[in-house]
């Protein structure tokens, strides 16, 4: 089949992705992707690795808090999905007006969702953290977090549109330098409010918040410059702007598997810290860690699993499916280069990772035990965020979906709940039902991937 010529811009993202080499592609395109992403995370840890200095309780409180505004970003991101695919696909097909048309619709869809999100967690903070069964103290550090995280979701959600519209555009190298300005700003800022050094105000865990939403908003600043300067590959114009509910509705039907794939995927994290909360404040504070070493161990998987996913809309839209797929195979190998090379690392010295976040014996040595058990999913872990981004990437979001409500609500909550409360009373059971699961989700995904089902998904 023909691929249409690469779009002419004096942008330097110009690259045509549909041709060429796939894995030089893959590299190009996933390297930058992969920081990007692990920058992302590296907010909360960012806030964890101070606010463990601050005692156990807040390290819970936090870290809780935490997962609730996971969910909140993961419910945008996976309504993005849609996004990504259509801009992909017109990008693909050589139409950057129309990939630019549909990315300006985003934004509305953004608002209103995340003004919904915002106003639940603002008012009910702490009932959402006493539903986890956290004690008194780790309610009232946690809603304090949460409240100000809560709050400033418009403006983390408008950055998260502009990273996928450029990186959906294949333009990778724009949202990395965006996501390091806003990290180097947040783990700059950070210990000042929380510790009140120099001039700044001693705000404990509010600090945490704060500095990371001032982090954000000079993030959101430059990227909207830079899309309306035309400056990344794509160019957005608020002239002649109207709502076009047509596509909106293409990217709401798209993202909505998405996004309840990943609402119940953190609803399943949530589940499980209620059982881990029976077990204490050391226990919870130590899976809140095991936690945020899992995210960081995700994140350059599900980097490489969003470049593959802009190759694999990319190449749909030109018409080239076999090339798609081989950019889905790629990824998985070098993602599970990287996860075997880490579960090594962490079997060995899970006591140095801990202590980066806190130095308290009972916790490291809990949360030591628990990353040594996290260390056997991490040997297949890159299966599962890889080939679900590919496949959702190409707009076949319900399978994966459906895969996912199995995998959390069939497999991981019942085993944790069998082997913590069941079989035996130890919060390592926990631990071992993430394992199951992760292992359940990487056999589910491979098969259907493999299939190809997703290649005749019209959008």
């Given at each position: 089949?023909?691929?249409?010529?690469?779009?002419?811009?004096?942008?330097?993202?110009?690259?045509?992705?549909?041709?060429?080499?796939?894995?030089?592609?893959?590299?190009?395109?996933?390297?930058?992707?992969?920081?990007?992403?692990?920058?992302?995370?590296?907010?909360?840890?960012i806030d964890m690795?101070?606010?463990?200095?601050?005692?156990?309780?807040?390290?819970?409180?936090?870290?809780?808090?935490g997962i609730a505004?996971?969910?909140?970003?993961?419910?945008?991101?996976?309504?993005?999905?849609?996004?990504?695919?259509?801009?992909?696909?017109?990008?693909?097909?050589?139409?950057?007006?129309?990939?630019?048309?549909?990315?300006?619709?985003?934004?509305?869809?953004?608002?209103?969702?995340?003004?919904?999100?915002?106003?639940?967690?603002?008012?009910?903070?702490?009932?959402?953290?006493?539903?986890?069964?956290?004690?008194?103290?780790?309610?009232?550090?946690?809603?304090?977090?949460?409240?100000?995280?809560?709050?400033?979701?418009?403006?983390?959600?408008?950055?998260?549109?502009?990273?996928?519209?450029?990186?959906?555009?294949?333009?990778?190298?724009?949202?990395?330098?965006?996501?390091?300005?806003?990290?180097?700003?947040?783990?700059?800022?950070?210990?000042?409010?929380?510790?009140?050094?120099?001039?700044?105000?001693?705000?404990?865990?509010?600090?945490?918040?704060?500095?990371?939403?001032?982090?954000?908003?000079?993030?959101?600043?430059?990227?909207?410059?830079?899309?309306?300067?035309?400056?990344?590959?794509?160019?957005?114009?608020?002239?002649?702007?109207?709502?076009?509910?047509?596509?909106?509705?293409?990217?709401?039907?798209?993202?909505?598997?998405?996004?309840?794939?990943?609402?119940?995927?953190?609803?399943?994290?949530?589940?499980?810290?209620?059982?881990?909360?029976?077990?204490?404040?050391?226990?919870?504070?130590?899976?809140?860690?095991?936690?945020?070493?899992?995210?960081?161990?995700?994140?350059?998987?599900?980097?490489?699993?969003?470049?593959?996913?802009?190759?694999?809309?990319?190449?749909?839209?030109?018409?080239?499916?076999?090339?798609?797929?081989?950019?889905?195979?790629?990824?998985?190998?070098?993602?599970?280069?990287?996860?075997?090379?880490?579960?090594?690392?962490?079997?060995?010295?899970?006591?140095?990772?801990?202590?980066?976040?806190?130095?308290?014996?009972?916790?490291?040595?809990?949360?030591?035990?628990?990353?040594?058990?996290?260390?056997?999913?991490?040997?297949?872990?890159?299966?599962?965020?890889?080939?679900?981004?590919?496949?959702?990437?190409?707009?076949?979001?319900?399978?994966?979906?459906?895969?996912?409500?199995?995998?959390?609500?069939?497999?991981?909550?019942?085993?944790?709940?069998?082997?913590?409360q069941v079989i035996?009373?130890?919060?390592?059971?926990?631990?071992?039902?993430?394992?199951?699961?992760?292992?359940?989700?990487?056999?589910?995904?491979?098969?259907?991937?493999?299939?190809?089902?997703?290649?005749?998904?019209?959008?």
């Amino acid at each position: 089949m023909e691929v249409p010529p690469p779009i002419v811009t004096k942008a330097p993202s110009s690259r045509n992705w549909t041709e060429g080499s796939v894995i030089r592609n893959l590299l190009a395109l996933s390297w930058p992707m992969v920081l990007s992403n692990t920058l992302n995370i590296v907010g909360p840890t960012i806030d964890m690795i101070w606010v463990g200095k601050l005692g156990a309780a807040s390290v819970a409180g936090v870290g809780v808090a935490g997962i609730a505004v996971q969910l909140v970003i993961a419910t945008l991101v996976g309504l993005f999905i849609g996004l990504r695919a259509l801009v992909a696909r017109f990008v693909g097909a050589g139409d950057e007006k129309g990939a630019s048309y549909a990315a300006r619709q985003a934004f509305i869809i953004s608002a209103v969702i995340s003004i919904i999100l915002a106003t639940i967690g603002i008012f009910l903070a702490e009932e959402i953290l006493g539903a986890m069964g956290l004690e008194p103290d780790a309610i009232t550090e946690g809603a304090a977090y949460m409240r100000i995280m809560f709050a400033s979701t418009v403006v983390i959600s408008f950055r998260l549109v502009t990273e996928s519209i450029m990186q959906a555009s294949g333009d990778a190298m724009t949202p990395l330098k965006l996501i390091f300005m806003v990290r180097a700003f947040h783990a700059l800022l950070c210990p000042f409010f929380i510790f009140g050094w120099w001039t700044f105000p001693e705000m404990g865990v509010s600090g945490a918040a704060i500095s990371n939403i001032i982090s954000q908003s000079i993030g959101l600043a430059f990227g909207f410059w830079i899309l309306l300067s035309g400056r990344s590959r794509l160019k957005l114009s608020l002239r002649n702007f109207s709502l076009d509910l047509n596509i909106i509705w293409r990217m709401v039907r798209i993202g909505i598997p998405a996004s309840i794939m990943a609402m119940q995927s953190n609803f399943g994290h949530l589940a499980l810290m209620r059982f881990m909360a029976p077990f204490g404040t050391v226990a919870v504070a130590a899976h809140t860690i095991a936690q945020r070493v899992d995210m960081m161990l995700f994140m350059p998987a599900m980097g490489l699993g969003v470049a593959a996913g802009v190759l694999v809309g990319q190449n749909l839209g030109a018409r080239q499916p076999a090339r798609a797929e081989k950019s889905g195979w790629l990824a998985v190998g070098m993602g599970e280069i990287y996860t075997i090379a880490f579960a090594i690392v962490i079997s060995i010295w899970p006591e140095h990772i801990v202590h980066i976040f806190n130095s308290e014996a009972a916790l490291v040595e809990t949360a030591s035990s628990f990353l040594r058990i996290a260390a056997v999913s991490y040997l297949f872990a890159a299966f599962i965020p890889v080939l679900m981004q590919a496949t959702t990437s190409a707009g076949d979001t319900i399978p994966p979906m459906l895969f996912s409500i199995v995998l959390v609500w069939m497999v991981q909550v019942p085993m944790a709940f069998l082997l913590s409360q069941v079989i035996g009373s130890n919060a390592q059971g926990v631990r071992w039902a993430m394992v199951t699961g992760t292992a359940f989700g990487a056999i589910a995904f491979t098969t259907y991937f493999k299939m190809g089902r997703w290649k005749r998904k019209r959008i």
